[in-house]
Antibody, heavy 116, light 110 residues
Framework: QVQLVESGGGVVQPGRSLRLSCAASGFTFSGYAMHWVRQAPGKGLEWVAFISYDGSAKYYADSVRGRFTIARDNSKNTLYLQMDSLRVEDTAVYYC?????????WGQGTMVTVSS | QAGLTQPPSVSKGLRQTATLTCTGNSNNVGNQGAAWLQQHQGHPPKLLSYRNNNRPSGISERLSASRSGNTASLTITGLQPEDEADYYCSAWDSSLRAWVFGGGTKLTVL
């Protein structure tokens, strides 16, 4: 079945880096654009980043531009989010989501906690 | 980045009808419409309606989406206990070149 599985979350100190992964299965990954969306504890959804099906186009939220990098490896059916210079306010569950006109498939999420 | 505006909470009785709203501007909702997502506590979001107001396969016919100007609406008829959840709208903002979400509406079924 169509599935997205995130990994790589954890506890990290402010200023450090972390890389999230999202493994896709059950569909032709290389044919779809993808997103990262996050949700701080008890808060709403916040869009983080977008990458086109072939990686040629990338967009970022103002809150992460210059610190986060979205990437993909279509040969491995995997989406990535490289997060540098992490801040306390980056603490959230991070979801990857498939773009098929809209956010049609979501993973279960991975928790990132930024704390000293 | 400015988000979309949703009422924080809506309460309706069992088997009643709830209409949730999402207000944006001409660069987002007024341009391409808004998608709707449902999120139950502790679970990832689930797409209920595309920006063109069509439902994905498997979504109940009790749900219908519409748009008037810069405001999108999601109507849920015959409310059931399982409809109690958080509902979010989302849209592409052509001016910001970013996706934006509403703050979410908590729907309570009494």
């Amino acid at each position: 079945q169509v599935q997205l599985v995130e990994s790589g979350g954890g506890v990290v100190q402010p200023g450090r880096s972390l890389r999230l992964s999202c493994a896709a299965s059950g569909f032709t990954f290389s044919g779809y654009a993808m997103h990262w969306v996050r949700q701080a504890p008890g808060k709403g959804l916040e869009w983080v980043a977008f990458i086109s099906y072939d990686g040629s186009a990338k967009y970022y939220a103002d809150s992460v531009r210059g610190r986060f990098t979205i990437a993909r490896d279509n040969s491995k059916n995997t989406l990535y989010l490289q997060m540098d210079s992490l801040r306390v306010e980056d603490t959230a569950v991070y979801y990857c989501a498939r773009e098929d006109r809209d956010f049609d498939i979501w993973g279960q999420g991975t928790m990132v906690t930024v704390s000293s | 980045q400015a988000g979309l505006t949703q009422p924080p909470s809506v309460s309706k009785g069992l088997r009643q009808t709830a209409t949730l709203t999402c207000t944006g501007n001409s660069n987002n909702v007024g341009n391409q419409g808004a998608a709707w997502l449902q999120q139950h506590q502790g679970h990832p979001p689930k797409l209920l309606s595309y920006r063109n107001n069509n439902r994905p396969s498997g979504i109940s016919e009790r749900l219908s989406a519409s748009r008037s100007g810069n405001t999108a609406s999601l109507t849920i008829t015959g409310l059931q206990p399982e409809d109690e959840a958080d509902y979010y709208c989302s849209a592409w903002d052509s001016s910001l070149r970013a996706w934006v979400f509403g703050g979410g509406t908590k729907l309570t079924v009494l």
